[in-house]
C-alpha cells in the first residue's frame, strides 16, 4: 500500500494523472532446427551487442 502511494505521489510530483506502466514483449528466434535457430540468436544477439541501447520512453 506505501509503495503504490509512493508511486502515485511521484507521478503527481511529475505532473502526471498516474504512475507509468511497464510493458516487456519477446520475440521468439525460430529456426528449421534448433541449431539453426541458435545460430540465428548468436548473429542477433552479436549484431546488438555494440549498439547503444534506445527506449522509446527515452525519446519522449
Known sequence: MAIEFIGIAAAKAAGRTAPPGISVSFR???GATEE???ERAHRAA???AGQA???T???R
Open 36 to 38: 539453426l535457430a541458435r
Open 46 to 48: 552479436t549484431s546488438v
Open 57 to 59: 520512453g527515452s525519446a
Open 53 to 55: 541501447l534506445t527506449t
Open 28 to 30: 521468439p528466434i525460430l
